[in-house]
Each structure stands twice: as structure tokens, then as C-alpha cells.
């Protein structure tokens, strides 16, 4: 079994979505980021940056007397769930690094780049002009890119579906949103159709639905969500 914690995002929604292409057995543990679940310190103990997504693992037989292994960071938790499935991703060394080579991409690139667009976009207090440009222009760099490998393929990699589409997808998924349209990257918007017809995906991105934000935060959620810095983390939050 796995506890999976979680919060329907699209980093939550890439490690839900490998959890039901594989249909592991998982249970999963809301974790409430705009009321501070996440500086609990049973939660700290998992995932020390207090973000989710997050597993702990009890099937690995490692970690300790009761075999349960604590993953964070959502690449690692892929990563790890790959290898213990064997999995969506090649075993093949040049395949192998390929998908490697997007993971890290995803978690360098395209997903701080998106997050930070959907902060200034949906989020911050007063419209930033140079936050919007900036967070915009390496989003649709991002976006560019990702077309460009995927003209002539089916997915990321040659080898087939993989984490590393798993990793991409969901903040793809989240384009118009972020006020960008896909009319000029027509791979990106079949590789995205593609994906998003699988019944795994429509399982994991419904999950935790109802816990959707309806709402803009209020000032309270927004110290937890966007005011944090060294001290919140010496004292606890």
C-alpha cells in the first residue's frame, strides 16, 4: 500500500496519474495547502521542503523495521515508482537517459516556469506588466520546445509512453488557464488530446476534485502559500 499525499494541482496530478497507469493500491491523504497541512510535523517528516505531493511507501522492504520508504519531490516519486513497477520507463541506456533528460527538464523548466505564471496571472494581489511578459514568454519557450520534440513522435520519447509524459503533461494541460493557446504548437495539442483520453489520466485528474479552490485565497491562505522564507522553516512554518 501506498499513503499518497496529495492536493489536486498539477504536481499532484502527475504522481496520481502514474499511480493509476500502474493501479497500485494507494490511499489517499488530503493534504489541505491553503490551511498549513503541509508544516504538520508528521507531514515535514515525509516531504522536509513542505510540499506535496508525496508517498510513503510500505511494499519496498526498506527504510526501516516496517519496510515503509518516505519519497517527496514528484520526479523522485516517478522515478521510484518505475523502478519498482518496472513500468513506462526504457531500461535501455540511450532510451534511459533520454527520459531522464526530461524529468529533469520538467522540474527545471517547464513546471517552475508555469507555476510562476499561474502566481502572477491568478494570484498575486496587483497585475505585475514585467512578471506577466517574463513568466509568459519561458512558458511558451517551454511550450516551444516540447512541440518540437514532439514532431513525428507520438510522445516524449520513441520507446513510447512514459513518465516523462506523465511529468510534462499536466501543465499542458493547463494552458488556457495560464492564457496561452495552442493553436501554434500542433504537436503539443495532439500529443495533449492523446494523453488526456486515457481513462488512468481522467481517473487521476478527477481525484480530489471537490477539493478545487472556488475561490480566490484570502489573506490568511496567502501567507501560507506565497509569504514563506527562511524563517518559516527554522520556526516551523
Same mark, same amino acid.
Given at each position: ?105 520538467? +522540474?527545471?523548466?517547464?513546471? !517552475?516556469?508555469?507555476?510562476? &505564471?499561474?502566481? @502572477?496571472? =491568478?494570484? %498575486? ?7 506577466l511578459e517574463r513568466y509568459a514568454g519561458e512558458y511558451a519557450r517551454c511550450l516551444a520546445v516540447l512541440d518540437q520534440r514532439l514532431a513525428g ?18 501543465? +499542458?494541460?493547463?494552458?488556457? !488557464?495560464?492564457?496561452?493557446? &495552442?493553436?501554434? @504548437?500542433? =504537436?503539443? %495539442? ?14 487521476a485528474v478527477d481525484l480530489g476534485k471537490d477539493f478545487r479552490r472556488s475561490a480566490p485565497p484570502d489573506e490568511a491562505e496567502r501567507d501560507l ?13
Open positions: 500500500m501506498i499513503d499518497f499525499y496529495y492536493w489536486p494541482t498539477p504536481n499532484g496530478w502527475k504522481v496520481a496519474i502514474m499511480l493509476e497507469e500502474c493501479a497500485l493500491p494507494y490511499d489517499m491523504i488530503p493534504l489541505n495547502i491553503s490551511k498549513g497541512d503541509q508544516f504538520k510535523p508528521e507531514f515535514l517528516a515525509i516531504s522536509p521542503n513542505n510540499r506535496m505531493p508525496a508517498i510513503v511507501d510500505h511494499e519496498t522492504g526498506e527504510g526501516g523495521s516496517e519496510g515503509a520508504m518516505p519519497i517527496f519531490e514528484s520526479g523522485a516519486i516517478l522515478l521510484h515508482l518505475a523502478r519498482r513497477t518496472g513500468k513506462f520507463m526504457p531500461q535501455a541506456p540511450r532510451s534511459l537517459k533520454e527520459c531522464e533528460e526530461w524529468l529533469f527538464w520538467q +522540474v527545471g523548466n517547464l513546471g !517552475p516556469m508555469a507555476g510562476q &505564471l499561474s502566481h @502572477f496571472r =491568478n494570484y %498575486a494581489p496587483e497585475q505585475d506588466a514585467y512578471a513522435r507520438d510522445f516524449i520519447l520513441d520507446w513510447g509512453y512514459s513518465i516523462a509524459d506523465m511529468i510534462c503533461w499536466p501543465w +499542458v494541460l493547463i494552458a488556457k !488557464p495560464l492564457g496561452q493557446s &495552442l493553436e501554434d @504548437f500542433p =504537436n503539443l %495539442a495532439r500529443w495533449r488530446q492523446t494523453i488526456k483520453e486515457r481513462p488512468a489520466v481522467q481517473r502559500l506565497f509569504r514563506q522564507n527562511a524563517a518559516s522553516i527554522k520556526r516551523g512554518r
